[in-house]
Antibody, heavy 123, light 108 residues
């Protein structure tokens, strides 16, 4: 049974750094073609892909946020951590982590999602 | 701005067929995946690539691609299909993943 759970602060102040942790079970990030992505959704708005870490420790970031994001994995703890610097009120959103599978015949799919964590940026 | 474009809203009569489209140049090279999101819930993968459906997703959901457009078709829409639908694929560079702006489906 695959599960993912996001954790982190519900409230951050502008200019602060956000650190979110995704704790997962039911799969290993040591397995070929297995990845974890972070995705966010501002209230009432669309999903936005942020970053992905792959089984081989390759990392990919959204072009628009690349300078502010860092993703890392700890396979011994089954965790993926995302940090986002210089937080702004427009970064207020629900942040999801999702298991991401890669397949040569289909590309990348987000097949399991956490329930999401709402992060509000306000002074 | 998203590299994948979706119509903001679509409606369908109960039991009828509806198509939700996703346009983008990258779809000429890469498959799309589709996600259903109901209010207050996390998205759920419903279908991807060539009609690959996860366990538990009914076969009334199907996909097709033509040129730069990927389409999600629901044949015989049910009340429980009312939701937001998002497409996802790689961007033109192939290195990143991008979502469409989402389509709100109303079942009348």
């Amino acid at each position: 049974q695959v599960t993912l759970r996001e954790s982190g602060p519900a409230l951050v102040k502008p200019t602060q750094t956000l650190t979110l942790t995704c704790t997962f079970s039911g799969f290993s990030l040591n397995t070929n073609d297995m990845c974890v992505s972070w995705i966010r959704q501002p209230p009432g708005k669309a999903l936005e892909w942020l970053a992905r870490v792959d089984w081989d420790d390759d990392k990919y970031y959204s072009t628009s946020l690349k300078t502010r994001l860092t993703i890392s994995k700890d396979t011994s703890k089954n965790q993926v951590v995302l940090t986002m610097t210089n937080m702004d009120p427009v970064d207020t959103a629900t942040y999801y982590c999702a298991r991401t599978r890669r397949g040569y015949s289909y590309g990348y799919v987000f097949d399991f999602w956490g329930q999401g964590t709402l992060v509000t940026v306000s002074s | 701005s998203s590299e994948l474009t979706q119509d903001p809203a679509v409606s369908v009569a109960l039991g009828q067929t509806v198509r939700i489209t996703c346009q983008g140049d990258s779809l000429r090279s890469y498959y799309a995946s589709w996600y259903q999101q109901k209010p207050g819930q996390a998205p759920v993968l419903v279908i991807y690539a060539k009609n690959n459906r996860p366990s538990g997703i009914p076969d009334r959901f199907s996909v097709s691609t033509s040129g730069n457009t990927a389409s999600l078709t629901i044949t015989g829409a049910q009340a429980e299909d009312e939701a937001d639908y998002y497409c996802n694929s790689r961007d033109s560079s192939g290195n990143q993943l991008v979502f469409g702006g989402g389509t709100k489906l109303t079942v009348l």
